[in-house]
């Protein structure tokens, strides 16, 4: 019984090195610009950072101390550029992120190193 337990852990750890270390929840992490929601403090869709209400949504979620990196689609920077600014005024690191794995429509995302507890973001209501 034994060599049965030891042959399902090589076969683990072949398939591992073969396809990667498995994730967890990598739907969610395709969604939010490859962080958990959990972390998440605002994210706003393509749509919603073209319009007057996503902007400040985002500034205002800018100063949240929590706050420690703002993440922007690739093909959200020029309409993002005020919040890379503004982000970099207030000391936080930014990072543009392209992955063709994404999925969703989230452009702009400040996340925290931590879970945070917000009930919904604004990406969410679309």
Known sequence: MEGLGRQNNLEKTIAAGIHGTPELR???????????RERVI???????????AGLEAMK?????????????????????????VLARRQGLDFTIVSNPNFKGGVAVALVAKDAVDIPQVMSERE
Do not use: C, N, S, W
């Not at 605002?42 to 007057?52: E, P």
């Not at 205002?60 to 890379?84: N, S, Y």
């Open 26 to 36: 990598p739907d969610e992490k395709r969604r939010y610009l490859g962080f958990f």
């Open 42 to 52: 605002q994210a706003v869709t393509f749509k919603q950072i073209k319009t007057k």
């Open 60 to 84: 205002k979620a800018l100063e949240d101390p929590r706050g420690i990196e703002l993440l922007v689609h690739q093909d959200a920077r020029g309409v993002a550029m005020p919040l890379i």
